[in-house]
């Protein structure tokens, strides 16, 4: 099998006799929790997932930010408003469930400030208007919920636990946004055109969240042996290509790939080459708006400095309530 083939990355622990138990409670499908004995490399591994994961989410929310003062009425301004902070939210869980693997949120904040740590390609580039927010739901959550449903299955307890419910908010981000593309798809003429440039210029990168293709990705075969993730790169962009072609079709927009075909064979869409040099160029921080998203997380961290130490004055003040 798959992933049989692998070789476990060697971290420190690994040769300690509690691995070949370990191991045989990830076969078993069991749950590792957080006080759980774990080979270091599967603790690294789940770190930099789930932190790179939580700064998606929290970087995530700027193109839509972008957007909530400019919303064409008060309804789209009111389910923007909360999608936005939904994100916020989701960012807050992941790092909760980073810090049971003994890591402090303020670390991995640091590492994301100081421009170290990665966060999602896709939120690197800018929304132009209206129709580039229907896109996101209906694109970049469409691909968040396709890679997030199968890890509320995956082997580590509090990370499994925390997708379950951002699973459950991420449905709701992607029927908004496929609601506002079905209405401008069905509305003027210069709606429509709007609806398709959103679509031209999301697709491909959507398709870059997934990660590079399985041959060019040095974490897939682990994770997927220690059950982190339950599918690879490339599976998860295929689900989401079919699920995302009929869905087009029925809004009567065009998918940007010529070589877009239905194989009766596979039963999968065929698709065209990723332009892969344009996603290494995002993910080393060069994108479109790579230098605009940091420094807005750099801004509003100075910003809430006041609501930080506050908020631990009055700790303190609960825990001594005579001083
Ligand atoms: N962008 O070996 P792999 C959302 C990096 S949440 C940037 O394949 P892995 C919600 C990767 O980190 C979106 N970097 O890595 C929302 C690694 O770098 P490293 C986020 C990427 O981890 C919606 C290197 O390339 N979702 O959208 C990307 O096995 C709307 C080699 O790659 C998650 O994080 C990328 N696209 O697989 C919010 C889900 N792809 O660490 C607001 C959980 C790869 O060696 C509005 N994460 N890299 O320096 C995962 O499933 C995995 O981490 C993958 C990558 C699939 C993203």
């Keep these: ?46 770190i930099r997932q789930i932190s790179q994961h939580a700064h ?10 972008n957007w909530i003062t400019r919303a064409p009425t008060l309804r789209r301004k009111a389910i923007l408003l909360a999608k936005v902070q939904d994100e916020a939210g989701h960012g807050l869980y992941l790092y909760g469930a980073a810090e049971t ?3 402090s949120r303020q670390e991995l904040i640091n590492d994301l400030l100081a421009g170290k740590a990665k966060y999602s390609s896709i939120f690197n580039y800018p929304t ?11 694109l970049v959550d469409g691909a968040a919920i396709m890679n997030q449903i199968p890890l509320c299955r995956c082997s580590y307890g509090p990370y499994a636990r925390a997708m379950i419910r951002i699973c459950k908010e ?110 290494y160029n995002v993910i080393k921080g060069h994108g479109p708006c790579n230098n605009q998203r940091l420094r807005a997380r750099r801004q509003a961290h100075a910003d809430g400095a006041w609501v930080r130490e506050a908020a631990m004055a009055y700790a303190q003040k609960r825990l001594s309530p005579s001083k």
């Design 128 to 138: 132009l208007n209206w129709a580039d927010i229907g896109a996101i739901g209906w």
């Design 170 to 279: 991420e449905s709701f981000h992607q029927r908004q946004g496929f609601e506002i593309m079905t209405v401008m798809a069905q509305g003027t003429s210069a709606q429509r055109s709007m609806a398709q440039d959103a679509l031209n210029r999301w697709w491909w990168p959507s398709l870059m969240m997934f990660g590079p293709p399985d041959s060019q990705s040095p974490h897939t075969a682990q994770s997927v042996r220690w059950k982190i993730k339950l599918l690879t790169n490339d599976q998860i962009r295929q689900r989401f290509i079919d699920q995302t072609v009929p869905q087009a079709d029925y809004l009567g927009l065009t998918i940007p790939d010529p070589a877009l075909k239905w194989n009766q064979e596979t039963g999968h869409y065929d698709f065209g080459e990723i332009d892969w040099t344009e996603f």
């Design 56 to 65: 998606s989410e929290i970087v995530g929310q700027l193109p839509e930010a």
């Design 1 to 46: 099998m798959y992933a049989q083939m692998v070789t476990p990355e060697k971290n420190g622990n690994e040769s300690l006799p509690e691995l070949a138990d370990f191991e045989a409670r990830i076969d078993a499908g069991d749950t590792i929790e957080a006080r759980d004995w774990m080979p270091d490399g599967y603790r690294k591994t789940l």
């Design 101 to 103: 693997l003994g890591v």
